[in-house]
């Protein structure tokens, strides 16, 4: 995957609808669902194991910088607008890019206490995306810094997300994937379907880290 170097602003650049978006090259990633053997307790692995989750077979991205900030455009089908839901018992649409903060870091086990890993985590029903680290299945913290931005529209039965992050942030460098202009890292990517009551370790993923180019 290759982040083009464009010469656009950053408020642009988060509208998903935005013409820089429509010259992007996007990538074509096909989704599975994740083992419930991943799932971190018994309980959740045999309450879904007649019930099915993690259906979206196809995930269409896209990746822009400015100089200042990389972006993420993700766009995917679903029937139903998950971004309020009405009472306790549903569930927000969530999409989310992970990144390992260190080379050998585990996708498939959300990382390791000695190799963790970084999540720009989008929900429906939050104004901001999340900064998370997880260090293995179940451990994932939410950092209260508010160093990612996003924006989306659901229309058509489809929803076009943008997840953004600066190149410098004032976080501990242990916590920062170090990206910038000429860089190369990996990533992948994850969603979750509000209406199908996908949350946590429930979701649709992609199972292998993509190479990501950073254009100078």
Not at 6 to 26: C, K, S, T
Not at 125 to 130: I, K, M, N, S, T
Not at 177 to 203: D, I, M
Request: proline share 7%.
């Amino acid at each position: 995957m290759r982040a083009q170097r464009v010469q656009v602003d950053g408020a642009a650049l988060l509208d998903p609808a935005a013409g820089a978006w429509r010259a992007a090259r996007a990538e074509s990633l096909a989704m599975q669902a994740t083992p419930l053997v991943m799932q971190p307790s018994e309980y959740v692995q045999t309450k879904w194991k007649e019930l099915a989750h993690g259906a979206l077979q196809e995930l269409r991205v896209a990746a822009l910088h400015n100089g200042r900030a990389l972006f993420f455009r993700m766009e995917w089908e679903d029937e139903t607008d998950d971004s309020a839901p009405d009472d306790m018992s549903r569930f927000p649409d969530q999409a989310a890019v992970m990144l390992p903060l260190k080379e050998n870091a585990s996708m498939m086990e959300m990382g390791t206490p000695e190799e963790p890993v970084n999540m720009w985590l989008w929900r429906g029903d939050v104004e901001a995306p999340l900064y998370v680290t997880a260090m293995g299945r179940g451990t994932s913290v939410r950092h209260r810094e508010q160093v990612l931005a996003g924006g989306a529209d659901w229309r058509d039965g489809r929803w076009r997300v943008v997840i953004s992050r600066p190149f410098h942030v004032s976080l501990p460098v242990e916590q920062v994937v170090p990206l910038a202009p000429g860089v190369t890292h990996k990533c992948t990517f994850a969603v979750w379907q509000g209406a199908n009551s996908e949350r946590a370790g429930l979701k649709a993923y992609h199972p292998l880290w993509e190479p990501l180019e950073i254009e100078r």
